[in-house]
Each structure stands twice: as structure tokens, then as C-alpha cells.
């Protein structure tokens, strides 16, 4: 009988080996899987301590209606209106009956960039107050910032640099509810006064059917008649956007054919529900009212 040459189809020892030991291998993978992976698992070596980001701390929280002074003079109401902005930012808008007329307020805007357990960063001249006639460019800082109360001290850039510390309390949540949705103003009517640079007027604001203001009657010669239209925005807060664009006044040439833009806000203060607004042009003027009903 002839022996058929297999040499060809045979491996040779080692490479067997080496086969084997693959065989081998794979059995345990498959028994410790339940099956063949797709792709072989390749784990990230991990970071060197010094390059590990640690999670973000909370950013503190800032936001509602707060009602107190500023130590120059802590007889005189400081109204403050804080609303978020982008990322961690917060607008501020205040109101603070400080002049000679208890009826005028002064005004502030201004921004702050949140920080954490109580603090919060300022940007420099930011901000804005307008007093009367007169608009100073200003910085503000914040110490204590929650939900129930704020304190910030304020540099205000007059002739020369004079600075406040603004203490106030959150209004009670009956007062301004954060949660809320902001309230229906339609077919309302509220009684108080407006003022603009040192001049302040009685004045009615009025809401019709529809939601649409109207503030013709009264007696600032600026609003009377039907020379202004507004835009009224509700939002998310217990606040509203608002814009005025005023047409020909001849009577008020200040403010003829300007456009404004601000906000209002209404809380229930004294047993009674209380709008306060103020709009400014953007060059350091601006309008503000107070109403009841």
C-alpha cells in the first residue's frame, strides 16, 4: 500500500501549540460571556488626579421681590425685582422712593452673575441708576442672596464714588408667588402715579376685555390722549416684559417718538394688589408707575 503525503495539510508543532493555547482562550472567554463579544472592550486609562473636574456646585438661589433700604437713608422704600437671564446670570430692577417727592422713584438696573453660599459676582458699571434728571453708571455686589432675603452694597459713580449697603426681605410667598402663573390683567384698573425725571403725575393705568392698556387718563401730558402703544408680555415669574412706543407729543417733547422697554411687576401688598413698572430708553431716562387696586 502506498502512504499518502499529509505533510502539506499538517501544522507543525509549535505553530499546534499556539493554536491550542488560543482554543483555550476563547472557551474561557465565551464561558465567562455567555457568548463572543462584537469588539474587544478597551477601558480608558484613567486621569491623573490633578486633571479630575470636580461636579459644579449648586448656584445660589436669587429670584422674587424683595422690599427694603439702603442704609443712607433706611426710612425710604428700596423695591428690588430679580429675574433670571442667561446661564447663571440675574437682571435686577430697582425702585427706591428717595427724593424730596415720596411718589418719584428712582430707578436702578443692573446684572449679576451668581455664585455660591451667599455670594455673587458683580460686573464693574453694569449697572445704571437714574435719579431725576441725572443717570450714574454704578457696581453692585452681592453678600447674602437667597429666596428670603438679599444684601448687596452698591457703588454708585457720581462726581465721585459713594457707596450703600441695600438690605431687603422677600415679600411673603401670599405676596409674590414665584411658582405662579403670572395674574390675568385683564379688565382691571389701577390707580397711582407716574413720574419721569422730577416730575411726577396722578395717573389711572387701565386694562381692557382683551388685556390691551390703556393710559390716557391722566393728567402727565406725555401718556394723554392716544399717542402711546404698548406690548405687554407675560412670564414665567410673577412679572411682565413691557414696551411703550410713544408717537408725536407735541406736548412732551422728551419723550416724542421714543420706544421703550421695561418691566412690571404685581405683588399684594397692605391688603391690596400693587403694580410697579418702570421703562427706560436706554441713555439713562426712564419712566415709572405705582398703582393699586
Same mark, same amino acid.
Request: glycine residues 8%.
Given at each position: ?9 499538517? =501544522? ?9 493555547? &488560543? ?13 463572543? =463579544? #462584537?469588539? =474587544? ?8 488626579? *490633578? ?25 425710604? #422704600? ?38 455660591? #453660599? ?32 438679599? *444684601?448687596?452694597?452698591?457703588?454708585? @459713580? ?10 431687603? &426681605? ?8 414665584? @411658582? ?8 382691571? @384698573? ?5 413720574? @419721569? ?50 408717537? *408725536? ?6 419723550? #416724542? ?37
Amino acid at each position: 500500500m502506498t502512504m499518502q503525503d499529509t505533510s502539506h495539510t499538517r =501544522p507543525a508543532p509549535g505553530r499546534l501549540r499556539g493554536i491550542r493555547r &488560543a482554543l483555550a482562550v476563547a472557551t474561557l472567554l465565551l464561558a465567562a460571556c455567555g457568548g463572543v =463579544p #462584537e469588539e =474587544p472592550l478597551v477601558e480608558a486609562p484613567a486621569l491623573p488626579a *490633578s486633571e479630575v473636574t470636580p461636579p459644579a456646585p449648586p448656584v445660589t438661589l436669587l429670584a422674587g421681590l424683595y422690599k427694603g433700604s439702603l442704609d443712607s437713608n433706611p426710612s425710604r #422704600e428700596f423695591l428690588a425685582l430679580v429675574v433670571p437671564d442667561v446661564g447663571k446670570n440675574v437682571h435686577v430692577y430697582g425702585w427706591h422712593y428717595n427724593a424730596n417727592d415720596l411718589r418719584l422713584a428712582h430707578l436702578y438696573k443692573g446684572e449679576l452673575e451668581l455664585g455660591i #453660599e451667599g455670594n455673587a459676582a458683580h460686573v464693574p458699571q453694569s449697572w445704571r441708576v437714574i435719579e431725576g434728571a441725572n443717570s450714574y453708571p454704578a457696581s453692585a455686589s452681592v453678600s447674602v442672596s437667597s429666596l428670603q432675603q438679599l *444684601s448687596a452694597n452698591l457703588s454708585i @459713580s457720581r462726581s465721585s464714588i459713594a457707596n450703600y449697603t441695600l438690605t431687603a &426681605a422677600a415679600l411673603p410667598q401670599a405676596g409674590y408667588d414665584l @411658582s405662579a402663573t403670572p395674574m390675568n390683567l385683564s379688565n382691571s @384698573s389701577w390707580n397711582g402715579h407716574w413720574s @419721569s425725571a422730577n416730575t411726577t403725575a396722578v395717573g389711572r393705568l387701565q386694562f381692557g376685555v382683551n388685556g390691551a392698556p390703556d393710559a390716557s387718563d391722566t393728567f402727565w401730558n406725555c401718556l394723554s390722549g392716544n399717542a402711546a402703544t404698548w406690548k405687554w408680555t407675560a412670564q414665567s415669574l410673577n412679572y411682565f416684559k413691557v414696551t411703550l412706543s410713544l408717537g *408725536s407729543i407735541t406736548l412732551c417733547p422728551s419723550w #416724542e417718538k421714543k420706544v421703550l422697554e421695561g418691566v412690571a411687576t404685581v405683588s399684594k401688598q397692605n391688603g391690596v394688589y400693587q403694580l410697579d413698572m418702570m421703562l427706560l430708553d436706554g441713555k439713562g431716562a426712564g419712566i415709572s408707575y405705582r398703582g393699586t387696586r
